[in-house]
């Protein structure tokens, strides 16, 4: 993998060259070390001219690699400029699951394009895949794995994986059904090496096993390669028959996506499936519009509380300068608590049964915080306002009425940060929504509101 930029640069700069020379051959040595992602990635810097003539450089299987790691664009720019016979020895080249990520990112008339020149079996497993929900197992699986039946011997079964291996997407576990594609148990190719020509395979196979079923949604399942540390994962109808398998590289990429999701969702931006540079100006401004909105509005409520406060802020002026201070750290206190159990959600670490254990903890935490914060910053006030810049407006009635201020700001933070996440998850919303600028909304009118009341209790106003 490229991690120097000046390594990247070079690279490019030799392709370049050697086109310019028309070095083909020395140019195809050069690309064929590298690894799919790295010839991928230098794909992506070259422009329209240079791209196919670099592709068509490349042996069918790595080429076939390299097409599956491309961004869509490049993908659709490729299959424009491929005859017909270029397009079918590409598809015959790819894996089914990936044949299907293409397709659904295409536009429709080279999705027919691909569907002509597909084979009619692969077609038909197509359109099997696209029913599928988006977000579902099924839509993510593959239906290219090795099956076995029981009373097959071991030499049986190595005889089949080597006939019809070299087009499964991996051969590293197999699955044994019965007459009806009920799965019935797996094995591990390790076992199947190490067992006796003559075992049965209904004797050595693995009955005990974790399956998921095709409408299982697929960040649960991606989360149970991950916990099992599988390569990959039986999926089954609903009459428990198997239909499908889900491998890691998969459910990576399912994972990424749902951590890029839920970031753009914590920064209060609709999700978009998109890299940041591919997409426009009008589609990056649709995204982050209707929440900039939202929140604009909702922030007017900090500004009526203000308002409705301006004979207490005119009595003591000085209160004004330290409502940016209180607020700045509600909403930090607040993003601190969201964060942390919007993670403990997405790892399935924290249930809403958990609430009060979250509460709990999150009060010892924030007293232990708030009163760190105030007495850090009673020796600023005091010290630096008072004494270094000599504010005589600064007394230390004023200065209880921030500190006080700030322990309280923080406890409601703390305990609206950890709540609310919880809380939209029990009643169906996605918990990324409840993150900093919504929780950072509601806290700056409490904390104004607590500030206020402190005020009027202490100093009178």
Known sequence: MF?????????????????????YAQLRDMLLPLEAADIASICADLDEERLPLVFRLLPKELAA????????????????????????????????DDTVDIV?????????????????????????????????????????????RETMTVEDALKRIRRTGPDKETIN?????????????????????????????????????????????????ARALSKYDFLALPVVDTEERLVGIVTVDDAMDVLQEEVT???EKMAAIL???KPYLKTSTLETYKARIPWLLLLMISATFTGQIISSFEDALAAATILTAYIPMLMDTGGNCGSQASVTVIRGISLNEIEFSDIFRVIWKEIRVAVVCGATLAAANFVKLMLVDRLLFHNAAMTIPVAAVICCTMVCTVLCAKLVGCSLPLLAKKIGFDPAVMASPFITTIVDALSLLIYFRFATLLLGI
């Open 3 to 23: 991690e120097l930029e000046n390594e990247r640069t070079e690279l490019l700069e030799q392709i370049e060259e050697l086109i310019q020379r028309k070095r």
């Open 65 to 96: 690699e390299v097409f599956v790691e491309l961004d869509s664009d490049e993908q659709e720019m490729l299959i424009r400029g491929f005859s017909n016979t270029e397009l079918k020895e590409v598809l015959d080249e790819l894996y089914l």
């Open 104 to 148: 659904e990112e295409m536009p429709a008339n080279v999705v027919k394009r691909i569907l002509k020149h597909s084979d009619p079996e692969t077609r038909k497993s197509i359109n099997e895949i696209l029913k599928y929900p988006d977000d579902s197992a099924g839509s993510i699986m593959t239906t290219e794995f090795v099956d076995l």
């Open 173 to 221: 576990i197999c699955y044994v059904i019965d007459d009806r594609r009920h799965l019935i148990g797996l094995l591990s190719i390790r076992t199947l090496l190490l067992a006796e020509d003559d075992d049965i395979i209904g004797d050595i196979m693995e009955r005990n096993f974790i399956a998921v079923q095709t409408l299982d949604d697929q960040e649960a399942v």
């Open 261 to 263: 999701e839920d970031i």
């Open 271 to 273: 999700p978009s499936d």
